[in-house]
């Protein structure tokens, strides 16, 4: 199985703040099969980038990914009051069972 | 519009059964693999169980084989999850996602390779 790991848990800033989230996986995996996903409270997760870097319909410029092999980014560039909430990093299809990391919380500092 | 809703959640005995299901609405819903995924209070996600777009692979978590069961009804634009033998530990939020892959009509795989439709979720309380 392959295990993702989020750091950090917690992150703390100020609107108009960089925000950098890590996952990194336990063994290799593809960058095609790299995605990351919004929750917000009372609600489903949110698709934001696929194959790693590849943002989905409708999400804005300022969330990008990055990485390879085992170590994976996601940014923000700018700290928008609607960002703050917890983020998930998942690999897709590398082997069974689909796993996501335990997520990083965003919160207003 | 593409929207996913899922239904049947609710609260019951350890070792009683219950189905999920999941509504699709605003898409093709034969052409794509669907998943369920759950969440218990205060803890991320896990996946649960998959079924393709026609129902005849399934590939589940655990935790799950032996007492959930997945299954659909294009017919009825609508996904299953029966629950048997339930224990206090599947107490969680289930979402019902679809997969972003798919294969067009010539046979070629399109898409993304993510979960790219959530549902907003129905609660299950054991």
């Known amino acids: 199985e392959i295990v993702l790991t989020q750091s950090p848990g917690t992150l703390s800033l100020s609107p108009g ?24 409270p009372g609600q489903g997760p949110r698709l934001l ?7 989905a319909t409708g999400i ?6 990055s990485g390879s092999g085992t170590d994976f980014t996601l940014t923000i560039s700018r700290l ?17 069972p689909w796993t996501f990391g335990q ?3 965003v919160e207003v500092k | 519009q593409v929207q996913l809703v899922e239904s049947g959640g609710g609260v019951v005995q350890p070792g009683r059964s219950l189905r999920l299901s999941c509504a699709a609405s605003g ?34 978590a655990d935790f799950a084989k032996g007492r959930f069961t997945i299954s659909r009804d294009n017919s009825k634009n609508t996904l299953y999850l029966q629950m048997n033998s339930l224990r206090v530990e599947d107490t969680a939020v289930y979402y019902c996602a679809r997969d972003g892959l798919y294969s067009d009509k ?21």
């Open chain 1, 60 to 65: 804005p410029d300022r969330f990008s990914g």
């Open chain 1, 17 to 40: 703040e960089r925000a950098t989230l890590s996952c990194r996986a336990n063994h290799t995996i593809s960058s095609t099969s790299l995605a990351w996903y919004q929750q917000k």
């Open chain 2, 106 to 126: 010539n046979g070629y795989l399109n898409g993304v390779e993510a979960f790219d439709i959530w549902g907003q979720g129905t609660m299950v309380t054991v």
């Open chain 1, 49 to 55: 980038i696929s194959g790693a870097s590849d943002r």
């Open chain 1, 103 to 105: 997520g990083t919380k």
């Open chain 1, 80 to 96: 928008e009051s609607e960002d703050f909430a917890v983020y998930y990093c998942q690999q897709y299809g590398n082997s069974l």
């Open chain 2, 27 to 60: 898409f093709t819903l034969s052409i794509y693999a669907l998943h369920w995924v759950r969440q218990a209070p205060g803890k991320g996600l896990e996946w649960v169980a998959v079924i393709s777009n026609d129902g005849s692979e399934k590939f589940y």
